[in-house]
């Protein structure tokens, strides 16, 4: 079982470059999650997508904008990268938004902005 | 706003017990999670509670208490695996419902 998958693992952009960090997850659930770890700290909400047609800012969200391609897919875009982007984000999904729903968590792209 | 609360670092030796606390302040609660994370790895779920109580899942457990804004993840029997970072997550209705994350409690168990 593949689970959430994320691609790429490890990009390095320079500064004012796009990209989209792609997760897709083959569990059929209804809710996808963008998040941020800086080191040594939690997890930060970047956007989320409660059910398929449906996006919503979370805690940090500019700088950022998402797509819900399908019910399988979630994909982060960068416009313009900045320095303070440089994270590793982490995609996650679960069965629904709310309730005793585990999030179930990609392994991460690590992202460098030089 | 939301805020939670861990210690940083806890350190025990192997076959002990140890509780990591988490305080939160929510503008409006709906349960508690708990998350491992591993070094360069994914955070896996652990538990989840919405109720006072202690909920038990094998060597792990996890207690709220609501009216104390409190909650703790009890580690029994650690092996070395469980050296990991431990993170507690509140609903917060405030927050669109969404979880927040506390900063992380890095346990290091020793030989």
């Known amino acids: 079982n593949a689970g959430v998958t994320q691609t790429p693992k490890f990009q390095v952009l320079k500064t004012g470059q796009s990209m989209t960090l792609q997760c897709a997850q083959d569990m059929n659930h209804n809710s996808m999650y963008w998040y941020r770890q800086d080191p040594g700290m939690g997890l930060r909400l970047i956007y989320y997508s409660a059910s398929e047609g449906t996006t919503d800012k979370g805690e940090v969200p500019n700088g950022y904008n998402v797509s819900r391609l399908n019910k399988r897919e979630f994909s982060l875009r960068l416009e313009s990268a900045a320095p303070s982007q440089t994270s590793v984000y982490f995609c996650?999904?679960?069965?629904?938004?709310?309730?005793?729903?585990?999030?179930?968590f990609g392994d991460g792209t690590r992202l460098s902005i030089l | 706003g939301q805020s939670l609360e861990q210690p940083s670092e806890v350190t025990a030796v192997e076959g002990a017990i140890v509780q990591i606390n988490c305080t939160y302040q929510?503008?409006?609660?709906?349960?508690l999670s708990w998350y491992q994370q591993h070094d360069g790895g994914a955070p896996t779920f652990l538990s989840y509670n919405a109720l006072d109580g202690l909920e038990e899942t094998g060597r792990f457990s996890s207690f709220l208490s609501r009216s104390d804004s409190y909650g703790y993840l009890l580690l029994q029997e650690l092996q070395m695996k469980d050296s990991a970072s431990y993170f507690c997550a509140v609903r917060d209705r405030g927050y669109g419902q969404n979880f927040v994350f506390g900063p992380g409690t890095r346990l290091s168990v020793l030989p």
């Open positions: 996650a999904s679960s069965e629904a938004f709310l309730g005793n729903q585990p999030q179930h």
């Open positions: 929510t503008s409006g609660f709906y349960g």
